[in-house]
């Protein structure tokens, strides 16, 4: 089962490219990729969501691949592009699931979108920076400490450096990209590379960031910004999935997430690490079909 690629128009002109896979007929379910990362779906998704009855649609966000940039973009802004691939599809319900760096972004959704979203799970998401109650970097791996206190301390910096990883993504092979994750990869993780997850992280990776790093540059710094919106205000179904051995974004931050979701669905597993969540989304997608 291939994907097809369309190409949507958002509330301002700009473009949003997605990747539609699965059953062309079945329930949509849109999915906000990882940091950095791209609308690329893994054929054995889409076999397995047209055996499930799902429209898989991954977008590019703005910056990554075919979508056209935004810079300055904070999270709260991708719940109107969601709408707009909701409108230019002709859905009036859809499900979402997002992961890592499109955890935050999946939850917007969750809280900005209750007329349009059904139902939405949390994998493996990063929590906000700053609240006094989170301890937000025990446990991460030493890669993503340096990048994000990078951020904080100076931004000129973490742009050139932002645009110097972007050459190594670009020109790595899958072997390398996993030897660069070294302190993020537990040994769960490692087992699911080997299971190939490598090959998909490298595409999906190189495809959003070909045409330049703009979109990974706009992850990270709305990653430490206010997200802009409010996770009382949530009131549409929400599963959290959380691994215990997970260094790319520790375990803590989905334990904290699951205190602010109002009647969140938590499953912060003692077996799982970051990438071996996307072993689960059989599983959360016939949760998000249950809320139809």
């Known amino acids: ?28 379910v849109v999915i906000h990729h990882g940091t950095p990362g791209s609308r690329f779906l893994l054929d054995q ?12 649609l991954c977008y590019d966000r703005p910056g990554y691949g075919n979508s056209s940039p935004q810079p300055g973009r904070v999270v709260a802004d991708c719940a109107a592009d969601v709408r707009s691939i909701a409108v230019g599809l002709g859905y009036e319900r859809v499900a979402v699931w997002g992961i890592s ?10 809280a ?7 139902a939405v799970a ?34 000129d910096a973490a742009r050139r450096k932002v645009a110097s990883d ?26 699911a590379l080997r299971d190939g997850l490598d090959e998909y992280l490298l595409r999906s990776m190189q495809m959003g960031l070909a045409p330049g ?13 206010d997200w802009g919106f409010d996770f009382a205000s949530i009131v549409v179904p929400v599963q959290l999935w959380h691994g215990r051995n997970d260094k790319f974004v520790p375990f803590q931050h989905g334990e904290w997430l699951a205190r602010q979701i109002p009647g969140v ?4 597993t003692d077996s799982d690490g970051h990438l071996t969540l996307l072993f689960r989304l059989r599983a959360i997608h016939a949760w998000l079909l249950s809320h139809f």
Do not use: K
């Open 45 to 56: 998704w889409s076999l397995d969501a047209a055996e499930d009855g799902v429209r898989l």
């Open 213 to 225: 790093d703009q979109g990974w540059w706009d992850d990270s710094v709305a990653d430490v910004v």
């Open 122 to 155: 949390s994998l493996a998401a990063i929590a906000p920076y700053g609240p006094a109650d989170l301890d937000y970097f025990t446990g991460m791996g030493q890669d993503n400490v340096d990048d994000i206190e990078l951020i904080l301390r100076d931004r």
């Open 101 to 110: 760096g499109g955890g935050p972004h999946a939850l917007a959704c969750a």
């Open 166 to 191: 972007r050459e190594g993504v670009m020109a790595a092979t899958a072997d390398q990209v996993t030897a660069g994750f070294e302190s993020l990869i537990s040994i769960e993780d490692a087992q």
């Open 112 to 118: 900005l979108l209750p007329d349009l979203v059904c």
């Open 265 to 268: 669905d938590a499953h912060l």
């Open 1 to 28: 089962m291939g994907t097809e690629q369309l190409t949507l128009t958002a509330e301002d002109g700009r473009r949003l490219c997605v990747a539609s896979g699965g059953d062309p007929a079945g329930r949509p």
